[in-house]
């Protein structure tokens, strides 16, 4: 993990990043959660009905932080 109290410092180095990983995750934290109107996730929900329920249970609240993670493959060990 790397914290970096100037973001403005690394974004630079972020964007160049960005575009060499094969792919990206992001992950974010809000100030609360809700129910969704009872709607609860299901395991064979498609892209567009999880994102659906995803959005409805986030509308109300702030994301307050953003986690970016980039993944690599490097050819010569494989992984």
């Known amino acids: 993990m790397h914290f970096v109290s100037d973001f403005e410092s690394v974004l630079e180095s972020i964007e ?3 575009t060499k990983a094969q792919f990206i995750t992001i992950d974010t ?3 609360g959660l809700k129910d969704g109107n009872g709607r609860k996730y299901n395991f064979f929900d498609t892209l567009k009905e999880y994102y659906a329920a995803s ?3 986030t509308a109300t609240f702030l994301a307050v932080q953003y986690g970016l993670c980039l993944f690599f493959y490097d050819a010569k060990t494989k992984s």
Do not use: A, M, V
Request: no cysteine; aromatic share 12%; net charge neutral.
């Open 16 to 18: 160049k990043d960005i």
């Open 29 to 31: 934290e809000f100030t």
């Open 55 to 57: 959005r409805e249970r």
